[in-house]
């Protein structure tokens, strides 16, 4: 199962700041937070992660609480093409192997 | 430079047939991760191939097999397709073995069983 909790959708209007949540309670210390989007039916598309700090690069920013437990990706100016489902994913390491767990995700709908 | 690419786009099948769909993981990936994307299922880990051998798998029947081959890209084999197994088939490739190597993803194929 996947261990975040995100909205199932949001809107946001275009041109304006889209900040999509995720809650990771239970989190270990060593798991990184990562963020991919999916436009229809293409492969996901790698956005942004982090471990601790904030991150940011040419496509969002990654806000990340002090105890962890959840972060806020930022898409600091959201056209019509930002328009996926966002999924925020935690780190999984299983006997030393490593495999990302995807959730349901949020699916973000920029408005004209 | 070039991304991850699959061939083929689109395949279509019928039960009990065998399907075989290929991963050429980005210059300088040793890992390969094969993902299924079954509609309303979400993704789904399948295998992780990593300097040629299976290092992992997902919770699915042996007739879901794989192999890397020396150039590091990867083949996907489903034998007696059933029609639960029509999907989108993602690749991923990676750096490598441990740390925190981010995955990226190809396009998929498009695998339909009638």
């Known amino acids: 199962d996947a261990k975040t909790t995100q909205p199932t959708s949001m809107d946001c209007a275009e041109g304006r700041a889209a900040n999509l949540p995720c809650n990771h309670s239970t989190i270990s210390g060593n798991e990184y937070v990562y963020w991919y989007r999916q436009i229809h039916s293409q492969g996901p598309q790698y956005i942004i992660h982090g471990l601790k700090n904030n991150e940011t690069n040419e496509m969002a920013s990654l806000i990340i609480t002090e105890d962890r437990k959840s972060s806020t990706l930022i898409l600091p100016h959201a056209t019509l093409r930002d328009t996926a489902v966002y999924y925020c994913?935690?780190?999984?390491?299983?006997?030393?192997?490593?495999?990302?767990?995807f959730g349901k995700g949020t699916k973000l709908t920029v408005n004209p | 430079e070039a991304g991850v690419t699959q061939s083929p786009t689109h395949l279509i099948k019928t039960r009990g047939q065998q399907a075989t769909l290929r991963c050429s993981p980005i210059s300088g990936h040793t890992s390969v991760y094969w993902y299924q994307q079954a509609l309303g299922l979400g993704l789904q880990f399948l295998l992780w191939y990593d300097e040629g051998e299976e290092r992992n798998r997902g919770n699915f029947p042996p007739r879901f097999s794989g192999r890397q081959f020396p150039n590091y890209s990867s083949e996907l084999n489903v034998n007696a397709l059933e029609l639960e197994d029509s999907a989108l088939y993602l690749c991923?490739?990676?750096?490598?073995?441990?740390?925190?190597?981010?995955?990226?993803f190809g396009p998929g194929t498009r695998l339909t069983v009638l």
């Open positions: 994913i935690v780190r999984v390491r299983s006997g030393g192997s490593e495999k990302l767990v």
């Open positions: 991923a490739s990676s750096l490598g073995r441990g740390g925190t190597d981010t995955q990226y």
